[in-house]
């Protein structure tokens, strides 16, 4: 019998949870096998970094498919629901598609599990599930998003024609290591005998590993800000103007709908991915402004309302947290800026809300429903110690929280500094941007 989509979603969320990183591939590997190996059926673009994957694959996918090509797209985590992580032609695949893909894998899957001294990961299954939905479609290209790491992630049971890694800062600490260096080893391990590495700008430390693998597998790499990069940039109505220097030529009066350097640079990114991929070769200028100019990234400084403006971003380390405020006070008038926020108690907490202090008139701290949230209540304790009590507020309900960060910049009352509109400013985690999302617009992301 047909399961419905309520029940893979269980039956997924029954398995290792996506946070757990164990060192190997013999699973997934197991796994594919099985059904195939569909990831060896088309090319593969894969990325991992710290932060701005997940924009710069959909900007990887937009000039991809207006190239006229078939595009696969592999994101994690999701913001709101479980077949965003799953898309073909840009678009996530409905649940039909969601169960039809599990439904392909799942009799093969308990083979591996009884096979296996573990059972295979949440993560693993959804890998799995698409690359035989990328092989069945069929697709030109997959645009793989690694979920942490890199050598030992999932992802990398397939063979990166292109492998793309975003800055790399500490993230995910405990699972990876204590320094970006550490971090690095791991993330430059998906660069592959035969694969091209294009990277964004990192310490010298960072470089420094990732150089040594390529050099290990033969890999030739394309570095930003010496073989490409963002030639200039104006801010504009709605996003940014860029003229942007890719690895074959200059592509000039490129408008991004996104607000941020930090976008401009992962488009600077995603323009080189997409040539290496195409053997350097240069693209025609009206395609690839055509193709920026349609690229969305739901929940990465998305205005969800205005009067007050309501902002939000999945910022969810000290690296990802300044390069969102920096955008904010470059792009938005916000006098005052009232942050709603709740985070993973795995984080840099203190780093992450130290960054706010300054920005931040107001913060409103509160709590998702993951049970990896770090509690409101302890929240608001470390931000009153690193802000001061006047500045802070506790509640424990996303939903009431965002009401009380809307009431706050909507009256003003209280800040004194205050010389313009305020506006709203929800991160702090993936899952608090996708809660919120979903409560204030409703339904899906695209």
């Known amino acids: 019998m047909r399961p419905s989509y309520a029940e893979v979603e269980r039956a997924l969320l029954s398995r290792w949870p996506e946070t757990r990183l164990e060192p190997s591939l013999d699973r997934i590997a197991a796994l594919c096998e099985l059904i195939g190996d569909p990831q060896r059926a088309y090319r593969v673009v894969q990325l991992t970094g710290t932060n701005g994957k997940t924009s710069t694959s959909r900007m990887i996918d937009a000039l991809l498919r207006a190239l006229d090509l078939r595009t696969g797209r592999f994101t994690s985590p999701h913001l709101q629901s479980m077949t965003e992580r799953i898309s073909l032609d840009g678009s996530p695949v409905g649940e039909e598609a969601f169960v039809d893909a599990f439904a392909d894998i799942a009799a093969y899957a308990q083979i591996v599990d009884e096979a296996q001294p573990h059972r295979l990961s949440f993560f693993e299954m959804l890998v799995a599930m698409a690359y035989a939905a990328f092989a069945d479609a069929p697709v030109d290209v997959a645009v793989v998003e690694v979920g942490m790491g890199g050598a030992w992630d999932a ?135 055509q193709a920026f100019a349609s690229v969305t990234s739901p929940g990465r400084l998305e205005v969800v309302r205005r009067s007050p403006t309501v902002l939000l971003d999945a910022a969810h380390n000290p690296h990802g947290i300044a390069a969102c405020l920096a955008a904010v006070a470059e792009e938005f008038s916000f006098s005052p800026l009232i942050v709603v926020t709740a985070v993973m108690a795995d984080k840099d907490v203190d780093e992450i809300v130290a960054a706010l202090d300054g920005v931040a008139a107001h913060l409103v701290c509160t709590q998702n429903s993951s049970d990896r949230c770090l509690p409101a209540a302890e929240l608001g304790e470390i931000a009153a110690d690193l802000l001061g009590e006047d500045r802070v507020t506790v509640v424990a309900r996303l939903d009431d929280a965002l009401e009380r960060g809307i009431a706050l910049a909507e009256a003003l009352e209280g800040f004194e500094d205050a010389i313009g509109s305020g506006g709203v400013l929800v991160t702090g985690s993936v899952v608090t941007v996708g809660e919120a999302r979903t409560l204030l617009l409703g339904g899906g992301a695209a």
């Open 155 to 289: 992802t990398s049971v397939a063979d990166a024609d292109v492998a793309v890694l975003t800055p790399i800062a500490v993230d995910h600490r405990r699972y990876l290591g204590d320094t970006p260096e550490d971090i690095a080893h791991e993330k430059a391990g998906i660069t592959k005998p035969g694969s091209r590495v294009v990277l964004a700008q990192q310490e010298p430390g960072v470089l420094d590993v990732i150089g040594r693998r390529a050099a290990e597998v033969g890999a030739p790499m394309a570095r930003e800000g010496v073989d490409f990069g963002v030639a200039a940039r104006l801010a504009a109505v709605g996003g940014q103007q860029l003229d942007l220097q890719g690895l074959s030529g200059l592509y000039e009066d490129v408008f991004l709908p996104l607000h941020g350097v930090h976008q401009a640079r992962n488009a600077a990114l995603a323009l080189a991915a997409v040539e290496s991929l195409l053997g350097g070769r240069e693209l025609d200028g009206e395609i690839v402004r």
